[in-house]
């Protein structure tokens, strides 16, 4: 799937956050997931929120394993880990650097670092796995 | 601080999220917090989405060391891991039940099983570190 | 399995390290799993090392696991979180109480608390999934 | 400090293990250290274990902690969390890629990658969060 269809797919099955995201980069092994931050994803202070940087990470693991293995709806995170390294501002967009560790027939593992936009310190870390549904 | 406190705590430094939770049980050594699920919790087939799972059991852990500590609008999540065992329903809300594991000087740690309400069988454990700003 | 079997499996399959551990407590709901701690498990300042840690979570969340589904040598680790909340002492075993939280047919997740034998402040906190390969 | 001064302070005060362990690169955005994969760290089947693939990815980051502020014997793992993608070989060494995402006063954090010699494919991915003690 390219960048196009990755984004209408997400569009398609979560309707909910899908325009909250963009597909920023898309290659053989490299995958650039955008969070366009608005005020329902920021906290006091002016930065964002732990729950909207745990999303970019999971729909940028969950594209990231799309663009592989095609669109699957029914693929779910079973374990995710986060690290907090420092506090993004909250008047520019996130970008989420995903990188595919692992692809097999059930499991998908992946991390990324994420970076306020123009900064290259990054703000967190996070790693995600996907189980994929036996195929029928 | 008691369990009105802390929701009036969270009111003040939170007004995007407060009205999402509720404090349900605040005992020494016990602390239930309930997320209000709502349409913008959900994600397709019914059930409730990761980052509305990470915001219930981030909440829960700040709630669990505000009661602790006293109010400090300052401690920032430093880690956190999630792991996501059974699809919680979409009509019921979720209760997650906090345990405090350590409250040290700089570094407070706490975990927390997540439940649909009314459900045994826990949908998603999670754990968080927070670090809490030196006393002036 | 009960526990001489599950120690017996161990010896086996795991000769290496079969000898550190013990099934304490072996219930329904409930499993107890001891950590003879030698030297070679020991740091600098008389405290049980990290990996030593990993090692009881790892060995009591994979014995939980056989205790339900019986002898499978192949289940593996997948994904792992450990929070260290005190140092332990060197000279007393370590204990960890192992939680199953979900047992499904691929994954298995499970979590434990860690204590020096005799205290009830515990010293960490881990998480294991196991990938249970499917029956032939 | 430089490699050489690295393996010191490790053989000075982690004496038990600093034999497992070289430090194969160091320039200042990149440090490989090496585990002398040795019958004691293998399991059945010819793969090496989960506790010294922690053990590995442990002294990795406090290495690269330590090269930066210098020799600090009492910085502590606070949490950590392991993916394991891969069965490495037991009849080759493993190498970590360890990449420091954040020192702070109080906090270091970083992951990596770990690697069998020669293969390109990561057999685990860790991260690891240090707490520096403050300077007197």
């Given at each position: 799937m390219d960048a196009a269809a990755l984004e209408g797919f997400l569009a398609e099955i979560f309707p909910q956050?899908?325009?909250?995201?963009a597909v920023e980069v898309l290659?053989?092994?490299?995958?650039?997931?955008?969070?366009?931050?608005?005020?329902r994803h920021l906290r006091p202070g002016g930065t964002v929120s732990g729950p909207s940087?745990?999303?970019?990470?999971?729909?940028?693991?969950?594209?990231?394993?799309?663009?592989?293995?095609?669109?699957?709806?029914?693929?779910?995170?079973?374990?995710?880990?986060?690290?907090?390294?420092r506090k993004p501002v909250g008047d520019r967009d996130l970008l989420a650097e995903v990188r595919m560790l692992k692809l097999g027939r059930s499991l998908a593992m992946a991390d990324?670092?994420?970076?306020?936009?123009?900064?290259?310190?990054?703000?967190?870390?996070?790693?995600?796995?996907?189980?994929?549904?036996?195929k029928r």
């Open positions: 956050i899908a325009e909250d995201f290659e053989p092994e490299r995958l650039v997931v955008r969070l366009k931050v608005a005020y940087i745990f999303a970019l990470v999971d729909v940028g693991v969950y594209l990231a394993t799309l663009a592989r293995i095609g669109p699957v709806g029914l693929a779910v995170t079973t374990n995710s880990s986060l690290d907090f390294l990324a670092l994420v970076f306020s936009e123009g900064d290259a310190a990054p703000v967190a870390r996070g790693s995600m796995t996907y189980a994929i549904p036996p």
